[in-house]
């Protein structure tokens, strides 16, 4: 087996592992960064994000109003240390992606522009046009070109982490056009490799989000956390998936339900005005949105469409030019994939599931609870997205946690003496046996067949509403696939750019993901943020102003365990949207 | 919804166990809304685990599923079915030496992406505590649509400049050079000077066009490399003045 010895692993190279990256070229530039990525890193997800990246820079906002409108709609499980720590940090984030090139959109004078969004009092959302996540990404990218530390395995699929010493020492992967085993040694390793909206058949992410990086952080040992609480896009073209950005709504776009009426005044999220108004109506927080349309549904007030049923996006009024200029892609995925153009006609959309709040346990400083290991972004949870998580946060949390992650990995290592390695090298072949015994073992079970019961079963069971008896049939059917995947067939045996093998490894991450995130709603006995029960229809601070903490069990469900909630300054209320949040009006 | 069964010829090649690549071709129940690469993913949870290509957003933008749909350089997310015979061709990119089946090596591109130097160099670094750079929607919009390339390869595939002479630095490169040579915040053209302006820099591009049409984005890199010659032709010139550089 190859082996590359380096300062730094990171896995992932999205937009918090390049911006790890550049933290840890910029802190030291003789420290070895190996960037491992099994996508060229303009591939990854970060490239879909639309909308924008929140952070105070006007006069009207203030720290406190983007703490206290995240900790709300997280419906206070989010950790009050790392949000505001977060709301601190992300306006400095956003100027230095400004320095380094991203083209925001701005004001006639100059400065960079803002723009309204689901949930937020006062507009604070920087965005280039509507394909902010992609220029970012690109930014991030093409930055990292600049710093000769950094080195690059593109398209090489991390399989494990070596954990020895009670310590990270390095990761295994394969390289996809040769399918060689490499052996990456690092003082520390990053784990960026995004969330696991897979798992569900219904999803806004691409192809690549399979949870590997999750999965395998907990198969180290490390904790999931918070994994039930997954979150429902109340846009999302219906039949693909295609996200249409929360900055529809920002921009003034109405939900219609079949009979024009815009329902969300029916659901404590009023008065409908002409005019946007924040933390109101189309602007309010994206689990209260998606649930909304599920009452719709169960009123008989959606559409019915050969997609199924829908309600419909009204971009009728903004006009051609503020359609053009502000949401061009919006207006390209509309008329290509549903053939309708937002110009002229009302656009068919349904709630799709679009983020995972829940992932690898951190703390603050991005350290997970093995030494060493870090993980930031979509894959982590530290948590500043509790319950439910506003739109535009997370493109400024891979920044401020990615940068987080990159300065405590160099610290690490500054402070750390070596650790024993005796197992490394074991621990390597032991990942190389696992992969050649796929190649050598006949197999009875197709990944296409199991990936669909799986996800269809999270669909069944952890969707917008959930009940016990619904969650305990997703539960067993999960251990059950998770029994046959032991028996999986690999059809293809060749080494060359083999993606019946990644598909295989992917759906092994995908059943880890999806079992805790099964069992850990199971738990959970209560209706917070996007985790509704209908049989727990209450929220319960009494019991559950928990996180969720699951760990890896080989042979059966996850142990599950909790642990508080950060509580610094705003204890926990009622939620509160329509006309009484005060938003801004526009 | 109605379906339509239509036979997809694929070029397969495994370079372990062909001597040379060959069409393959499948019966696919396809939707009336799918797109091609929908067909191609039927083709490999039904069909034939063994077909490999690239993909992942399935919405124009992450720029992983490039591929030949009939002859033309297309998105697989972006060719629609519907606008296509009963029999679809579909090949790896052109111009590109096939790794396996759909998937092509270009680790060629991404060198040249990483030659042109493209990252902004400004004038003076400036402090995080003065805030951004001032720049006017105008000045946004000189560069903003050599800024949308998501380096899908299209046009390397459409590029006969290219395909004669694979040291040519080609369009997408050059159009993110440009981007960056545009952007009012940068002063970094002179770096880039060296690979854009040398040999296998602009000066090679026929000026065919072929990339911009087949541009998914409206990048638009042919009209890029056309003001990039006219910028350097001037330096150039200005270089034999009294003052110039040269």
């Not at chain 2, 060959?22 to 690469?37: A, H, R």
């Amino acid at each position: 087996m190859d082996v590359i010895n380096t300062d730094i692993a990171i896995v992932g190279a999205g937009g918090a592992g390049l911006r790890a990256a550049i933290e840890i070229a910029e802190a030291d530039p003789k420290l070895n960064v190996v960037l491992i990525s099994k996508v060229y890193p303009m591939r990854s997800h970060t490239c879909a994000a639309e909308g924008g990246a929140a952070g105070v820079i006007k006069a009207n906002d203030s720290l406190d109003y983007h703490f206290n409108d995240t900790v709300g709609g997280g419906d206070w499980l989010t950790d009050q240390d790392a949000v505001e720590l977060f709301v601190n940090e992300i306006p400095r984030e956003l100027t230095r992606m400004e320095h380094w090139g991203c083209p925001w959109s701005r004001e006639d004078a100059g400065t960079v522009a803002v723009r309204p969004f689901g949930g937020m009092k006062v507009m604070r959302t920087w965005f280039a046009a509507d394909k902010t996540g992609f220029h970012m990404l690109h930014t991030l990218f093409q930055t990292t070109l600049k710093y000769p530390s950094i080195k690059r395995l593109d398209e090489h699929y991390a399989t494990d982490l070596i954990v020895d010493g009670g310590r990270v020492q390095g990761a295994v992967c394969l390289e996809m056009s040769t399918g060689k085993l490499k052996l990456v040694k690092a003082k520390a390793v990053i784990i960026a490799s995004g969330g696991a909206g897979r798992i569900f058949p219904f999803t806004t992410n691409g192809a690549i989000k399979t949870g590997d990086g999750m999965a395998m952080a907990y198969r180290a040992g490390a904790a999931l956390k918070d994994m039930e609480f997954v979150q429902y896009h109340p846009t999302g073209l219906p039949g693909s998936g295609i996200l249409l950005t929360e900055g529809c709504r920002g921009e003034g776009g109405y939900l219609l339900n079949k009979d024009g009426y815009r329902y969300l005044q029916d659901y404590d999220l009023g008065p409908a005005t002409p005019e946007p108004v924040l933390k109101s109506m189309e602007l309010g927080p994206r689990d209260r949105l998606s649930q909304a349309f599920w009452h719709e549904q169960k009123k008989g007030r959606t559409a019915a469409s050969k997609w199924g049923d829908v309600v419909y996006l009204d971009m009728r009024h903004l006009g051609e030019k503020l359609i053009n200029e502000r949401l061009p892609l919006v207006r390209d995925l509309a008329c290509s994939y549903v053939g309708t153009d937002p110009v002229t006609d009302l656009v068919p959309v349904r709630p799709v599931v679009h983020y995972m709040m829940g992932g690898i346990h951190t703390d603050i400083d991005a350290a997970t609870t093995i030494d060493g290991l870090y993980a930031a972004g979509e894959c982590a949870c530290v948590s500043i997205n509790g319950a439910n998580r506003l739109g535009s946060n997370s493109l400024g949390e891979l920044l401020v946690f990615g940068a987080r992650a990159g300065r405590h990995a160099v610290e690490h290592i500054r402070t750390t003496k070596p650790a024993a390695d005796k197992l490394v090298e074991k621990q390597a072949s032991d990942a190389e046996q696992r992969i050649k015994l796929l190649f050598e073992r006949k197999g009875k079970e197709r990944v296409s067949v199991l990936r669909n019961e799986l996800t269809h079963s999270l669909e069944d069971g952890c969707g917008i509403y959930r009940s016990g008896d619904l969650i305990q049939a997703t539960c067993d059917k999960v251990s059950e696939v998770r029994d046959r995947y032991k028996d999986v067939m690999l059809e293809d045996k060749s080494s060359v750019f083999n993606t019946d093998l990644f598909q295989v490894l992917e759906l092994g991450a995908m059943i880890e993901c999806a079992q805790t995130v099964a069992v850990s709603a199971l738990e959970r006995k209560e209706s917070r943020g996007a985790h509704q029960r209908l049989d727990h229809v209450e929220r319960d601070d009494v019991n559950y102003l928990k996180h969720t903490m699951a760990f890896y069990n080989p042979n059966g469900d996850p142990r599950i365990d909790y642990l508080d909630v950060v509580i610094t300054k705003s204890q926990p209320a009622a939620r509160v949207y329509g006309a009484a949040a005060g938003g801004q009006h526009i | 919804m109605s379906t339509r069964t239509i036979t997809i010829e694929v070029l397969r090649y495994r370079p372990e166990q062909d001597q040379e690549p060959f069409f393959q071709s499948y019966t696919v129940p396809c939707d009336e809304d799918w797109v091609v690469l929908d067909a191609l993913n039927y083709i490999k949870d039904e069909l034939d685990r063994t077909l490999s290509y690239r993909w992942s957003c399935h919405m124009f933008v992450c720029g992983s599923c490039g591929i030949v749909v009939d002859g033309e350089p297309k998105l697989g997310c972006k060719a629609f079915v519907k606008d296509y015979g009963d029999k679809i061709r579909v090949e790896p990119l052109g111009n590109f030496p096939i790794e396996r089946d759909l998937v092509v090596v270009i680790d060629d591109f991404i060198e040249k992406l990483e030659s042109v130097n493209p990252y902004l160099i400004p004038k003076e670094e400036k402090s995080i505590d003065d805030g951004e750079y001032l720049q006017t929607p105008a000045q946004l919009k000189a560069f903003k649509q050599y800024s949308m390339c998501i380096n899908c390869l299209l046009c390397y595939s459409a590029c006969p400049q290219y395909g004669l002479d694979p040291s040519f630095v080609g369009p997408a490169a050059l159009a993110l050079a440009h981007r960056y040579n545009m952007d009012s915040r940068d002063v970094g053209r002179k770096a880039r000077e060296d690979v854009v302006a040398s040999h296998e820099g602009i000066w090679e591009c026929s000026f065919v066009g072929a990339c911009s049409q087949v541009c998914p984005k409206d990048v638009d890199p042919a009209g890029a490399i056309q003001q990039t010659k006219i910028t350097s032709a001037i330096d150039y010139v200005t270089s034999f003045l009294p003052g110039g550089n040269r």
